[in-house]
């Protein structure tokens, strides 16, 4: 297996260096002019970076489909991975590692390209200035510190448990310097980011995991293995295809810019090869796994190779975008307000601007929209099955997961940054409204009901997955209801009452984590008090009122003590983005601690309804089950536990 690792590491990169060079002498990416009176980095950083920018990618992606193939795509050994898993997983250590000293060469090279500075002459203070200081630095600092926890975690141990978390951890271990590349310097830089990001990692899990295939293609389970990697392929593709039209769009600013600029010709290079990827994968479904199922593997290698080839070509046009100026990415032309939000200043508020003037964000769109069709999937195949499925809930989730678009993605979106009493209201529909409905379409219930189990055993499908992180101690801990709550009541207190919530604002990342722990935080508090899916603990529901009595008070005090505060909250970044037109700080902010006070009180007390209802009906069926134990005592001529309790007090002295 060693010898197929170095073969499709070599064919990749090779085939990624012979686009490269040309791309990016055509598109200008590299720049080699000495300009007297300027510094120099000289003659080999101008072509290391993109080099070693390459090289980190290749790695990256062979680590992300060595650790998927060993993981979820190839049978295991009970709760271990199987023996080609634990080749796999060695495999996945040694690629780790050199990744990781590709990462500091990159460091290295990019301080020498910032500074004007050949690597040689480069001093330990400037390298680890740019390391600790620069948005940059610290995000090659972020990803080298995963990857040494990936090289760590790929040799811990054996369990299929285990190799899931690596693989998760590779694959974030990659998006720390997407966040500070190029399109974090566009206009509209949330759709800039986050496109990219779905791109590289959907790009990543396809191109990996078809390299991961390669290098087991004598086991066993080859077929079967194949068939699951198509699937997954086929969503790539179309994650692949629909963020990087996005990301074009927004880096080209005109469809024109398409064949009238040097960017956007290689643009529809690699518009050219995706199709080809894409004809080659309808090829494999079409013909290869047929004859792979009939123990002809040749086929599916011939057609797997000139993918790879393809694939490492499209790896190498997008360093070459990564490095040459696009017609819309210069900073420069952006006034200092734009280049922080990422758009221009909104105008006063209106109705018809809130809820128009979108600012989509391509995660929860696509979170969205793959959402509602998995859950339509579901339901349709329930009710192909001949089963039930209630419409209430299929609206519920419905929704829920519009709302969650809704209140990220239209106008009110732009004015959620730069008004606090309008990130206010976004807060509490995030970590109310929306998560009342998700919890309300029960999709845990639905996901245990519709989807399949896989035809070998030995194979963990989406089902066993899902059944295992219920059962897990994790799972067990965070539904806790006093966890759960003090998870909500620190998202209020630990957020506000601190300097988080402005550095949290300055970063698109921070943004988006802020939102996903309202909507977690939330769900978290009203599965324990409401769900009804399974693996929740069994809790009297006059506990749950209590629970839910305690998140009222910690929410009225929240909104109490924000409105008598006299202390601005994100001072730093509510002063640099505060528009013109807008009330005064404080008087803003109280309209957000008032907004904060009275809007809990419907969702409270529709979930105090629900709670009483449960009550009520849990007592009716302990009513009953005493009733029916009662009765089949006097049956059975025995006396029943009431009787004996009444016979017991009665003989108690007076």
């Known amino acids: 297996m060693k010898s197929r690792t170095r073969s499709v590491t070599a064919l990749v990169a090779g085939t990624a260096a012979v686009v490269l060079v040309p791309a990016l002498m055509f598109a200008g990416g590299v720049d080699t002019t000495v300009i007297p009176g300027l510094p120099d980095a000289g003659p080999v950083t101008p072509w290391a970076l993109p080099v070693v920018t390459t090289l980190s990618d290749l ?5 992300a489909g060595v650790l998927v193939t060993a993981a979820f795509l190839l049978p295991g050994d009970g709760p271990s991975v199987s023996a080609h898993g634990w ?14 000293l590709v990462v500091v060469a990159r460091i290295l090279f990019s301080v020498s390209d910032v500074l004007g500075v050949p690597v040689p002459e480069l001093g330990v203070q400037p390298v680890a200035g740019f390391a600790l200081s620069i948005s940059q630095g610290q995000a090659l600092m972020w990803q080298a510190g995963l990857i040494l926890l ?10 299929r448990g285990l190799a899931a978390v690596t693989t998760i951890l590779a694959l974030v271990a990659i998006v720390p310097p997407v966040f500070t590349g190029h399109a974090a310097g566009a206009g509209d830089h949330q759709l800039a980011v986050s496109s990219l990001v779905l791109h590289v990692l959907a790009a990543t899990l396809w191109i990996g995991g078809l390299g991961g295939l390669l290098l087991v293609r004598r086991a066993r ?7 699951r990697y198509s699937r997954l392929a086929l969503a790539c593709l179309i994650v692949t295809a ?32 995706l199709g080809l990827v894409g004809l080659i994968g309808a090829l494999h479904r079409a013909r290869t796994l047929p004859a792979l199922r009939t123990g002809r593997p040749r086929a599916f290698l011939r057609l797997a190779v000139g993918e790879l080839v393809v694939l490492g070509a499209a790896i190498g046009l997008a360093v070459a975008l990564s490095r040459s100026p696009a017609p819309q990415s210069e900073v420069a032309d952006l006034d200092p307000l734009t280049e922080l939000l990422g758009f221009p200043a909104p105008l006063p508020p209106t109705g018809l601007r809130m809820l128009g003037d979108p600012l989509p964000d391509m995660f929860i769109l696509s979170l969205t929209v793959a959402g509602i069709a998995a859950y339509l999937i579901g339901v349709v195949r329930l009710r192909k099955a001949g089963h039930h499925w209630p419409l209430a809930r299929t609206a519920s989730w419905t929704g829920g997961l519009l709302l969650l678009a809704a209140i990220t993605c239209l106008g009110v979106a732009r004015y959620a940054y730069v008004l606090f009493s309008v990130h206010m209201i976004q807060h509490m529909v995030l970590s109310m409204v929306v998560p009342i409905l998700l919890v309300g379409g029960a999709p845990v219930t639905l996901a245990l009901r519709a989807l399949r189990r896989p035809a070998d055993p030995r194979v963990r499908g989406p089902r066993e ?39 949290l604002m300055r970063y698109h990342l921070g943004h988006l984590a802020m939102i996903a722990h309202f909507v977690i935080a939330g769900y978290l508090l009203f599965w324990v008090l409401i769900g009804t ?5 069994r809790i009297h529901p006059a506990l749950l009122v209590m629970v839910h009595f305690l998140a009222m008070v910690a929410h009225a005090f929240f909104g109490f003590v924000l409105l008598q505060s006299a202390t601005i909250i994100g001072l730093d970044w509510y002063a640099a983005v505060h528009p013109a037109w807008a009330q005064p700080l404080l008087d803003d902010q109280r309209l957000g601690a ?28 302990e009513q009953a089950r005493t009733d029916r134990a009662s009765d089949r005592a006097v049956a059975a001529g025995e006396d029943d536990e009431l009787a004996r309790y009444n016979a017991y007090l009665g003989s108690l002295p007076e």
């Open 59 to 63: 790695l990256a992606v062979l680590l």
């Open 465 to 503: 997955w899902l059944l295992i992180v219920l059962h897990s101690r994790a799972a067990r801990l965070f539904t806790h209801p006093l966890v759960a709550l003090g998870i909500y009541v620190a998202s209020l207190y630990g957020l506000y009452f601190s300097d988080l919530l402005g550095i």
């Open 533 to 537: 899916d399974p693996g929740r603990r």
């Open 242 to 273: 629909v963020s990087g039209a996005a990301n074009a769009a927004v880096r080209l600013g005109a469809w024109s810019e398409l064949f009238g600029s040097r960017y956007g010709l290689l643009v529809l290079a690699k518009v050219l090869a």
């Open 150 to 159: 990936v090289v760590v975690l790929s040799r811990a141990g054996l369990s």
């Open 594 to 621: 008032g907004l904060a006070w009275a809007f809990g009180e419907l969702p409270a007390a529709a979930i105090l309804l629900v709670l009483v209802r449960q009550w009520i009906r849990s007592d009716e069926r």
């Open 221 to 227: 389970a080859f077929p079967e293995a194949v068939a």
């Open 87 to 100: 080749q796999l997983l060695r495999r996945a250590t040694w690629l780790a590692a050199a990744w990781l």
